[in-house]
């Protein structure tokens, strides 16, 4: 039997998203939560959830990443804020990786996490309760395969949640994270992508978890690039949200054109919304992932079984093709819905 590694294997690894022609079209809303570490990306990632009525935001969750956990956690609040959401539940979670010291990147996203923009201060506070424990509930509460968790920070909080629950994994529908770097290498260490990088155990515990997981690394998020007039785009919307978001970008993504010496950076987290909205704009691999955490040299490395040369479980939907124009063009879809 010769095995189809484009397509999904039995078991719970079976695309979730996969429409045919004989699936009627959603009416319910799927429900997320957006587990995150704003990031001018990240912040893209959150408006264009808000945006999409597909998506039911039953909270976002705040995870110490691209800048520290207070700041992560206030951007996410100012975001919504920007959005006309103020009503969606912020909630603060881990400040630390599980087993290491915190890495952070303000180089690339300025030291609040989101420069470039001055957003309004959120007249919202944040949930008392920590994030952790709240995703735990929802988890408990929910029925088999029913949340879609959607990371795009380091995997702190949903891993120490499946670490500490392990059969809670059954209640996820589908973990789709961005993160992660095979065939371009890593961007913050020669072989480890940021948010891998930042707390390898966690993305290590969320691939073993059962859960189906589906990643987006920046073998995909690295061959759609902006480009300047999408940009101006986004500004010509004239909105609060439109112009807010071209200040992010254009301040975002100059320490990548300047890294890579292209004319525009990657816009990563906002794949994981785009996929979930239009899934068939993606094309990937079922296959075994891996995290190396051991090895000084190469820390945080996503180890991807593409050829399917060892006998290591299928863990992971893993993307490496995207429709770039279908994804530039559908954020500004997005975007143009907000205030
Ligand atoms: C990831 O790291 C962060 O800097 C971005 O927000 C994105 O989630 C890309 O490596
Ligand atoms: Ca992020």
């Not at 073993?208 to 785009?233: C, F, N, Q, R, Y």
Request: charge should be negative.
């Amino acid at each position: 039997m010769t095995l189809d590694l484009d397509c999904p294997p039995t078991g719970n690894h079976q695309n979730p998203n996969k429409l045919t022609s004989s699936t009627p079209p959603a009416i319910t809303p799927r429900p997320i939560i957006i587990d995150t570490d704003p990031g001018q990306d990240d912040a893209l990632a959150i408006l264009a959830a808000i945006a999409a009525p597909e998506l039911k935001i039953l909270g976002i969750t705040a995870v110490a990443g691209n800048v520290p956990l207070d700041l992560t956690a206030n951007n996410a609040l100012k975001i919504c804020e920007l959005a006309g959401r103020p009503d969606i539940p912020v909630f603060a979670g881990r400040d630390r990786p599980l087993r290491r010291d915190l890495i952070t990147a303000e180089q690339v996203h300025g030291t609040t996490g989101i420069d470039g923009a001055d957003l309004p201060e959120p007249t919202t506070s944040l949930q008392p309760q920590n994030a952790v424990d709240w995703i735990t509930e929802q988890l408990t509460k929910a029925n088999e395969q029913e949340i879609t968790i959607c990371p795009v920070g380091p995997m702190s909080n949903i891993a120490t949640v499946l670490e500490a629950y392990p059969t809670l994994s059954s209640k996820i529908r589908e973990i789709v994270c961005m993160g992660g770097g095979f065939f371009v290498g890593g961007n913050t260490t020669p072989t480890a992508e940021f948010n891998v990088l930042v707390d390898p155990e966690a993305a290590q515990i969320v691939l073993h978890s059962g859960a189906p997981v589906t990643m987006l690394p920046l073998d995909v998020t690295h061959k759609a690039l902006m480009a300047h007039h999408w940009i101006s785009k986004v500004r010509t919307l004239g909105t609060h949200c439109g112009i807010a978001a071209a200040n992010m970008l254009e301040f975002y993504e100059r320490f990548d054109m300047e890294k890579y010496g292209t004319s525009g950076g990657p816009l990563h987290d906002p794949n994981v919304i785009a996929y979930l909205l239009h899934p068939e704009m993606y094309k990937g691999r079922y296959c075994n992932v891996e995290i190396e955490t051991i090895s000084p040299l190469t820390t945080g490395m996503t180890v991807v079984d593409w050829w399917g040369v060892t006998d290591r479980p299928v863990n992971c939907y893993y993307i490496t093709e995207v429709d770039a124009d279908g994804f530039y063009n559908l954020l500004l879809e997005l975007l143009a819905r907000l205030p």
